[in-house]
């Protein structure tokens, strides 16, 4: 019975309607594993009542042969830093570590309308802010791949570790991460699992407590293609308390059978500008190797230029801590949020509220962001930093006049040893893992990150799919194309 849930969302959802498993022993098996599993961190609470609830009202729906959708009964994890109705959310810091919101964000909200079972509130960087998961509050979340004890583990990546690793040990179908700069693509190109970015705006960010409010995305990790697209089609569509909300109606995505699908004449260029010096050679070989597959199925690969790649990292970053102080600000120890013992005046409360309250790199940023937008600095860094957006948003449309994808590494290396990641400074850090990912961000197009084999030392490889705003079909379709010839060995049907 364990075995169920290294199965994906379709099969499961045709046994619970065969009656050969019920709502109820899918939600103990979970809730098992995520206590089996416990020692590589991936769950800041685990909500086993709500589970439970869910999993009884889901149970009568399926007695009834009624589930209101494929996602009836299914077990996922939320990342801790979407809002959920009375259970805490903490973004893993201290600041938030008692905050429980009143409101669920939409997409808790969608999910649960679709008659999912929350197993619990991920892992994550201090307020998304990373690239390891190693900076929570709650402690680091470990990988699986190549795991020998608490002192030798590779990191998760991140921020959205925590549901990576949640889904890469099977405790759940799905999960929801957040996307800035690479957040969602990265942990899952370092655990083995797919990992959506969706084109911003499609997907509602309202009650996603921000990072980047021009980068943020609601992300999604999933085992397989398949089940990334049944969870997109259950999250994404216009939402009237987000602004920056797409209007146009969503069209649920439906991809035909990996078999049937034809790659011929469909161009997919390669950036050269992808090419980094940091680039492993194990990820450097895939990526040729998959370019190849992908040209004797009929596609034709033709190689690109994406000029201003090379300003992207340290343009996001300039515009991440810009409006990271921005949104920090709200944090004052008053309203909500962490207090400091302190009452000799409301500057000296607010000053060691927030001193207290955001590690040290969420100060960090608070600062530089706030140097970066005095008005002596604002035209040197901030608005330059805006203009040169505009020409990376610019080297993304120039190129789909040649080509319909691109497929370019997600990360440079594989996971990193978490003993040796923690010696860099968090933004060397974020320089690194970021380089292939937070362009899309930048020009707010969707990417995809697919597993495609194993290093010589045993670590999960993969690769990166971007294409054109609302070109989910298609890049979803490829990806599954992707997925079906290279067979990924999944850890979970390992354990």
């Known amino acids: 019975m364990d075995k169920i849930l290294n199965t994906n969302i379709k099969i ?29 961190n991936p769950f800041i609470t685990i909500t086993e009542n709500l589970a439970r609830k869910q999993s009884n009202l889901s149970q009568e729906r399926h007695e009834k042969d009624k589930p209101i959708s494929e996602l009836d009964g299914i077990p996922i994890a939320i990342k801790d830093n979407f809002c959920t109705k009375e259970v805490v ?31 619990g509130k991920s892992n994550l960087d201090q307020f998304a802010m990373g ?11 470990k990988n699986i791949w190549g795991y020998q004890d608490d002192d030798n583990f590779h990191i998760t990546g991140g921020s959205s570790g925590g ?47 921000p990072l980047v409010n021009s980068m943020d995305v609601p992300g999604i990790l999933t085992r397989t293609v398949d089940d990334c697209v049944s969870i997109l089609n259950g999250i994404a569509g216009y939402d009237q308390n987000d602004s920056t909300s797409i209007s146009k109606p969503y069209k649920k995505i439906r991809l035909p059978p990996a ?55 340290v ?25 400091a013992e302190e009452n000799s005046s ?54 789909w006049e040649e080509v319909q994808l691109l497929l370019t590494p997600t990360t440079l290396t594989t996971a990193p040893l978490y003993k040796d990641f923690v010696q860099k400074t968090n933004r060397d850090q974020c320089a690194l893992q970021d380089y292939c990912t937070q362009p899309a961000n930048m020009a707010g197009v969707p990417a995809i990150s697919i597993p495609i084999k194993l290093s010589p030392e045993g670590l999960p490889i993969s690769l990166q799919l971007m294409g054109r705003n609302l070109s989910e079909p298609m890049l979803l379709a490829v ?14 049907n390992n354990i």
């Open 12 to 40: 499961v959802f045709r046994l619970l309607a065969e009656k050969a498993i019920t709502v109820n022993q899918l939600t103990d098996i979970a809730l098992k594993r995520a206590q089996e599993y416990k020692k590589y």
């Open 89 to 119: 959310t903490t973004c893993a810091s201290k600041m938030l570590e008692n905050f429980i919101p009143t409101y669920n964000a939409t997409v808790v909200e969608r999910l649960e309308q679709n008659g999912t079972v929350l197993i």
């Open 259 to 313: 078999q049937k699908m034809t790659l011929k004449d469909l161009k997919i260029g390669i950036p050269k500008e992808y090419y980094n010096e940091h680039l492993s050679q194990a990820v450097y070989d895939t990526w040729n190797e998959v370019a190849n597959i992908l040209q004797s199925s009929g596609a034709v690969i033709k190689e690109v230029s994406m000029p201003n790649t090379e300003h992207s990292i």
């Open 479 to 492: 990806a599954k194309y992707i997925e079906n010839i290279v067979q990924f060995p999944h850890y979970v």
């Open 346 to 399: 409301t500057d000296k409360l607010y000053a060691t509220s927030r001193s207290e309250g955001f590690n040290e790199v969420v100060r960090n940023r608070i600062l530089t962001g706030n140097f970066f937008l005095l008005t002596r600095n604002y035209e040197k860094y901030f608005n330059k930093a805006l203009k040169v957006r505009r020409m990376i948003a610019d080297d993304f449309h120039k190129v």
């Open 163 to 209: 549901s990576s690793i949640a889904v890469a040990t099977g405790i759940c179908y799905g999960a929801i991460g957040s996307d800035t700069g690479g957040s969602t693509r990265n942990p899952a190109s370092y655990c083995g699992i797919v990992g959506l970015k969706p084109t911003y705006g499609l997907v509602s960010r309202y009650g996603l407590i």
């Open 131 to 141: 690239s390891g998961t190693v900076d929570s509050i709650f402690g680091p979340s």
């Open 315 to 339: 343009c996001y970053s300039i515009l991440n801590q810009c409006e990271v102080a921005s949104n920090m600000s709200r944090y004052d120890g008053v309203e909500y949020g962490y207090r």
